[in-house]
């Protein structure tokens, strides 16, 4: 086990009751082990992005403070996400889901190995994930791209709706 370490966690879901999937899930990070949930932005109403023709998006992100190694990290988001009945084989990419979980960024770590790419690949292109994350880190970096702000502001956000 490492030195606590901050942890960014973009939560997102457009089947059944989103809202109360992201809130239940937000719950469910809060037990993992080793790890705090120290915040949760607001929820965000936000266009499907990627595969557009499906239902507007609920999206938030959680802030951890966790002991654990991005891919334990990893593991146990995945299987929250089972838990709440994603099956991610079986379906389309940027389709509609129950509940998706993805690591955006630990502390200042960049890592590309099977499953795992940090920082989120595409954070920097995705305003749906970066306004709630802003909103717990205004001045967060993003490794090998800048201030998450500087990124944000390049993006149109003003579809994006606070719940």
Avoid: K
């Avoid at 989120?120 to 709630?132: I, S, T």
């Avoid at 205004?138 to 579809?159: Q, T």
């Amino acid at each position: 086990m490492t030195a606590p370490g901050d942890a960014f966690v973009g939560l997102g879901a457009n089947l059944g009751d989103a809202r109360a999937t992201l809130l239940a899930a937000a719950a469910r990070l809060a037990r993992l082990p080793d790890t705090e949930c120290v915040a949760v932005s607001r929820l965000y109403r936000t266009p499907a992005w990627g595969l557009e023709a499906q239902p507007d998006f609920i999206n938030a992100v959680a802030m951890l403070r966790t002991s654990l190694e991005p891919l334990a990290l990893l593991e146990h988001l995945l299987a929250i996400e089972r838990e709440f009945g994603r099956d991610r084989a079986r379906e389309q990419r940027w389709g509609p889901r129950r509940l998706d979980l993805d690591l955006l960024l630990f502390g200042d770590r960049v890592l590309d190995v099977p499953g795992l790419q940090l920082p989120h690949p595409r954070l920097h292109e995705r305003a749906f994930a970066l306004v709630p994350l802003l909103e717990l880190a205004p001045d967060i970096r993003i490794p090998g791209v800048g201030y998450a702000r500087d990124a944000v502001s390049g993006l149109e956000s003003s579809n994006i709706q606070p719940l």
